[in-house]
């Protein structure tokens, strides 16, 4: 399409232009939903930072074991509000949906009766919550930056009431320091990284080593995001992947990036001693409108989903999942002592022998290319298989919508009240 291809399009098919050839001016109408949608998440960030600073704080200061208990389930009451937010945005500004399916034939493939199982429906026949496990590593292809925003709204459908009060990411360390979402987001105890892997290895381990046994103890959820590709794919990032696949003899990808091993793997090694059924639970993601070799940002953006007001129509994710224990190669740990965290290069889990990183990153690459092979059939025919099913971005009850809102302080008061009464 060209440029003035834009004046053409429907509206309904804006998305399938790129960013650079859409009408770059906005009527009053998406100007004021614009405003509207920058206003209502920032008043709502706001309010969830300004609760974890001036209420949660002091609660963590104080040297009570149950003030600790107090602040760390509140901090997960704000990580909830925050995720019901995600959700509240994609409903009032950027309406979309999931199209969930499930492997059938290849790797971590699912059965007809264990998707039968899965898949919850009202008496309408609607999907209402999917019955996956609540302790799990998530991976997936990295095509556009609001992929995390999606994965995120994903776990809400978890479960009768979501796991997106226990995701947890890894980040860039400057990011901790960013306002209002900077600080939010090392209240929710994410990991700050400092892309230098002699030290970051360490740090890696051990926090998700304590969040593990953790979550084991407290039987709580737990779910780790990670990009194994690093970033998404793009004219800078495909050369780049195109030259390594080359230069190290190995076959490149057409759809998607080599991905890289090594994070992915230390996190499992930390994970998996300390959740015995952990399992990994793969996505392979795509959005209509990006062609086949096309590149997702030129497509969307924050920018251009929430304030242009141009969302994917729907989002299609195809699900395989593995029992780390059982199905992923990720070595021998028999020797790790599950109650203690790693704190130093010599642990087991931070020092993997040569042998078992290659095994690993020959079954990921293989993954990866069964995962390249999925989203060109998709590109064929628009579909990753049947059966599949869509859930509407929608909040459940209005309960969640108060708490995306940030009208959740009343119910956290109450809440330490009645713990401290107690």
């Not at 906005?26 to 939903?33: E, H, Q, S």
């Given at each position: 399409?060209t440029a003035t291809n834009?004046?053409?399009?429907?509206?309904?098919?804006?998305?399938?232009?790129?960013?650079?050839?859409?009408?770059?001016s906005?009527?009053?109408?998406?100007?004021?939903?614009a405003?509207a949608?920058?206003i209502?998440f920032?008043?709502?960030?706001?309010?969830?930072?300004?609760?974890?600073?001036?209420f949660l704080l002091?609660?963590?200061?104080?040297?009570?074991q149950w003030?600790?208990?107090?602040?760390t389930d509140?901090i997960?009451?704000t990580?909830r509000?925050?995720?019901?937010?995600l959700?509240?945005m994609?409903?009032w500004?950027?309406?979309?949906?999931?199209?969930?399916?499930?492997?059938?034939?290849?790797?971590g493939?699912f059965t007809?009766?264990?998707i039968e199982?899965?898949?919850?429906?009202?008496q309408?026949?609607?999907?209402?919550?999917?019955?996956?496990?609540s302790?799990f590593?998530?991976?997936?292809n990295h095509?556009?930056y609001a992929?995390?925003?999606y994965?995120w709204?994903?776990?809400?459908?978890?479960?009768?009431n979501?796991?997106?009060?226990?995701?947890f990411i890894t980040?860039k360390?400057?990011l901790?320091?960013?306002?209002?979402?900077?600080w939010?987001?090392?209240?929710?105890?994410?990991?700050?990284?400092a892309?230098?892997?002699v030290?970051?290895?360490?740090?890696?381990?051990?926090?998700?080593?304590?969040l593990?046994?953790?979550?084991?103890q407290?039987d709580?959820?737990?779910?780790?995001?990670?990009?194994?590709e690093?970033?998404v794919v793009s004219?800078?990032t495909?050369?780049?992947?195109?030259k390594?696949?080359d230069?190290?003899g190995i076959?490149d990808?057409?759809n998607?990036?080599?991905?890289?091993?090594t994070?992915?793997?230390?996190?499992?090694?930390?994970?998996?001693?300390?959740?015995?059924?952990l399992k990994?639970?793969?996505?392979?993601?795509?959005?209509?409108?990006?062609?086949p070799?096309?590149?997702?940002?030129?497509?969307y953006?924050?920018r251009?989903?929430f304030?242009h007001?141009?969302?994917?129509?729907?989002?299609?994710m195809h699900?395989r999942?593995?029992?780390?224990?059982?199905?992923?190669?990720i070595?021998?740990?028999?020797?790790?002592?599950?109650?203690?965290n790693?704190?130093?290069?010599s642990a087991v889990?931070?020092?993997?022998?040569?042998?078992?990183?290659?095994?690993f990153?020959?079954?990921?690459r293989?993954?990866?290319?069964e995962?390249d092979?999925?989203?060109t059939?998709w590109?064929?025919?628009?579909?990753?298989g049947?059966p599949?099913?869509?859930?509407?971005?929608?909040?459940r009850?209005?309960t969640d919508?108060?708490?995306?809102?940030?009208?959740?302080?009343?119910?956290i008061?109450?809440?330490?009240?009645?713990?401290?009464?107690?």
């Open positions: 399409m834009a004046t053409t399009t429907s509206p309904e098919l804006y998305y399938t232009l790129p960013i650079s050839q859409r009408s770059k906005l009527t009053w109408t998406r100007t004021l939903l405003t949608a920058a209502v920032a008043t709502a960030c706001l309010t969830i930072n300004a609760t974890q600073i001036g002091p609660l963590r200061l104080l040297p009570f003030a600790r208990q107090i602040y509140c997960r009451f990580k509000a925050f995720g019901c937010l959700i509240l994609c409903q500004f950027a309406p979309t949906s999931l199209v969930i399916s499930f492997e059938r034939e290849g790797k493939r007809p009766e264990q199982r899965i898949v919850r429906k009202d309408d026949g609607r999907v209402v919550s999917l019955d996956l496990p302790k590593v998530l991976i997936a095509q556009v992929d995390w925003w994965a709204c994903f776990t809400y459908f978890i479960g009768a979501g796991v997106h009060d226990s995701v980040l360390k400057s901790q320091w960013l306002p209002v979402l900077g939010a987001m090392r209240f929710y105890n994410f990991i700050f990284l892309r230098s892997w030290s970051d290895r360490v740090q890696l381990s051990t926090h998700l080593s304590a593990g046994k953790a979550a084991e407290e709580s959820p737990l779910v780790f995001f990670l990009y194994p690093g970033t004219k800078d495909r050369p780049i992947s195109k390594f696949a230069k190290t076959d990808m057409t998607v990036l080599l991905p890289r091993s994070g992915l793997h230390y996190s499992l090694r930390s994970l998996g001693p300390r959740i015995p059924d990994l639970l793969d996505i392979t993601t795509v959005y209509p409108g990006i062609p070799m096309g590149y997702g940002q030129s497509y953006t924050l251009s989903i304030l007001g141009i969302p994917p129509p729907t989002i299609h699900l999942m593995f029992d780390v224990a059982t199905n992923v190669p070595g021998d740990l028999s020797k790790t002592n599950a109650a203690v790693p704190r130093s290069s889990e931070v020092e993997i022998p040569e042998k078992e990183k290659a095994s990153d020959v079954w990921l293989e993954l990866w290319h995962k092979m999925s989203m059939k590109f064929n025919g628009a579909s990753f049947e599949s099913f869509e859930i509407p971005l929608r909040l009850n209005k919508m108060c708490n995306g809102l940030g009208f959740f302080l009343p119910t008061v109450g809440y330490v009240c009645s713990r401290i009464g107690k």
